[in-house]
Structures are given as structure tokens and as C-alpha cells.
């Protein structure tokens, strides 16, 4: 097995600002930063290796010249890890299908967002009450987000599955660990009236209510779920809590790689050091293949079932 760390990449946008900085990120401190991709072979935001055999080479010139490696997955390297850190609303939004993506030339968007932190009880918005393809026009239309746009309340530990079609946001202060398909397709539908420089920001009305899902997808929110948090065609997740585990991570489905975030306290995994925001890859996996992760370390583990 092959680990190597990663530095991330990270994004401006306008409901960012210093929350990274207080996480530990080295983080340009005149600019509102919203994201740390921090596991991503995304050319808007791309990750790179910072120790190992391949320091300085980017993930998606590992993967593209080391595919034996990695599964012998055919493509591009097909999933992104972010953190966000929103300071403000985030604008609603949809992603698109494999097959509306088309267009863009670009895969569909399922992603995931796993709660790092967040006030009490706090809401984002996950789905909406239009019954018809019909009644969601009017409703954009006529700006009615109240009665559109359902709110759930989340807690820190809380994990919800955003599939394409679901329109979505992240709220203020809520810290979030966002697994997806290595996709930046957004269509966005609502921004708060909000002005950058002066001038809004690019609506996508048709394209969202194309995209959206009619009647809403009724997907729960998995309350302090541990071990196998979730598990489908495009990606799996699995919190591992060195404190309440006997036994090293071992491969519990197969996989081409794994994908490792440290969430929590301070440990250490194979014998290297690792705390908040600290992430890597490991590559090059047997039916042998562990992680021995130790101290008071959690970490969430990600990965394709091949």
C-alpha cells in the first residue's frame, strides 16, 4: 500500500471568509475563502501530493500514469473532497444527471454532506414542496421560497445524501465535509438577492427546474451514524474512531483506492502524524491492506465499490 498527503486547493467565493484559517489551513487572508478542495484532481481546484514518491505532482497526473494502481478505473479520477465554511447563505441549488450533463460535456453531481460542525440545531435547506413541474415554475416565478424550500435541522455528526435533482443549501456556520463526483456542474436558482461587485450572480431557472426531481426525493438525515455512514454506486463512507476501535481499518468493500480525512483530535495512521484537515490517499491496495490509526484520531475514509 502507498499513502501519500495532499495539499488542497481553495476557493474564494462570496459567502466564504477566515473560518479555514481558525481550522488550520494556511489560507490567503485578504480574500473570503469559502472551500478547501482537499482531495480533488479537478482542474478548478486541484490537489497535490506533498510527501512520498510523487511530492509535487498533481492527483490527476498520479492517477492518469499509475491507473494499475488505482483499480484500473477507466476515465477521470471520479470523486472530490471539499471543505466548506460558509459565513452567509449559500446560494439554493441543483446538480444535474449523468444525462443532462451531458451538455456540459461533464458528469452528473451526487454528493454528500457529512455535518463537521455547526450551532445547535441549526437548518439548511434539503428539498422542496412543489407537486408538479408546473407548480415548481410558478413558485421560482413568483419567488415564493418560504413555501417552497424545505429546512431541516442538523446537528454536528449528521450525514445527508444530496442526490442530483435535489435542491439544496448550506446555511451560515454550519461546517461541512462534502464527498461528490469529481463534477463542478451547479445550476443555481436563488442567491438571496445578494451582489458581487455590484452586479448578481448568473441564474439558471430553466436548467433547475429541468434538473429538479418532481415530486422531491423524501431522503432522511442519518443522525450519528458510525462505521459504514453510507454506501452507493458512486461512492462510499466510513467513520473510523481510533478511540472505540480494536482492530485497523481493513477494506470492507472492494476498492480501487481509499481517500482518508482526519476530522478530529491527533494520532496517527501507519506510523505518520495526522490532525484536523490533514488528508492523503492510499493507493495501490490487497485484501492485506489496513490502516492502523491510533491516538484520539477520527477519520472519515472514502472510496468507488468497485
Not at 49 to 63: H, L, M, N, R, V
Not at 180 to 201: A, C, E, F, L
Not at 255 to 278: H, P, V
Request: charged content about 25%; some cysteine; proline content about 4%.
Amino acid at each position: 500500500m502507498n499513502i501519500f498527503k495532499i495539499k488542497p486547493s481553495f476557493s474564494e467565493r462570496p459567502w466564504g471568509g477566515q473560518k479555514l484559517k481558525s481550522l488550520g489551513y494556511d489560507i490567503p487572508t485578504d480574500k473570503k475563502i469559502g472551500e478547501a478542495w482537499i482531495i480533488s484532481a479537478h482542474e478548478n481546484g486541484m490537489g497535490f501530493a506533498i510527501d512520498g514518491q510523487w511530492t509535487g505532482k498533481s492527483i490527476k497526473e498520479i492517477f492518469k500514469s499509475n491507473r494499475n494502481l488505482f483499480g484500473n478505473i477507466k476515465g477521470n479520477f471520479p470523486l472530490l473532497v471539499k471543505i466548506l465554511t460558509p459565513e452567509d447563505n449559500l446560494s439554493v441549488q441543483v446538480h444535474p444527471d449523468d444525462e443532462q450533463a451531458k451538455k456540459h460535456n461533464d458528469l452528473g453531481k451526487p454528493e454528500s454532506w457529512y455535518i463537521l460542525d455547526c450551532p445547535k440545531d441549526s437548518k439548511l435547506i434539503y428539498g422542496h414542496n412543489a407537486k408538479s413541474k408546473e407548480e415548481l415554475t410558478q413558485m421560482i416565478h413568483d419567488g415564493s421560497w418560504k413555501d417552497l424550500l424545505v429546512e431541516v435541522t442538523v446537528n454536528k455528526g449528521d450525514f445527508l445524501y444530496v442526490p442530483p435533482g435535489k435542491i439544496h443549501a448550506v446555511t451560515p456556520d454550519i461546517v461541512v465535509y462534502e464527498l461528490q463526483r469529481s463534477s463542478d456542474i451547479t445550476y443555481r436558482v436563488y442567491d438571496y438577492d445578494r451582489k458581487v461587485n455590484g452586479v448578481g450572480r448568473e441564474l439558471h431557472i430553466e436548467d433547475t427546474i429541468l434538473a429538479t426531481t418532481v415530486p422531491d426525493s423524501k431522503i432522511d438525515v442519518l443522525k450519528n451514524k458510525t462505521k459504514l455512514i453510507h454506501s452507493n454506486e458512486y461512492f462510499s463512507l466510513y467513520l473510523y474512531e481510533a478511540s472505540k476501535e480494536t482492530k485497523p481499518f481493513t477494506l470492507i468493500e472492494k476498492a480501487g483506492w481509499l481517500q482518508i480525512t482526519a476530522i478530529d483530535g491527533k494520532g496517527q495512521i501507519n506510523g505518520i502524524d495526522y490532525e484536523f484537515g490533514d488528508c492523503s490517499i492510499a493507493c495501490d491496495l490487497d485484501s492485506t491492506s489496513s490502516l492502523d490509526i491510533s491516538g484520539d484520531l477520527k477519520v472519515l475514509i472514502s472510496w468507488i465499490q468497485l
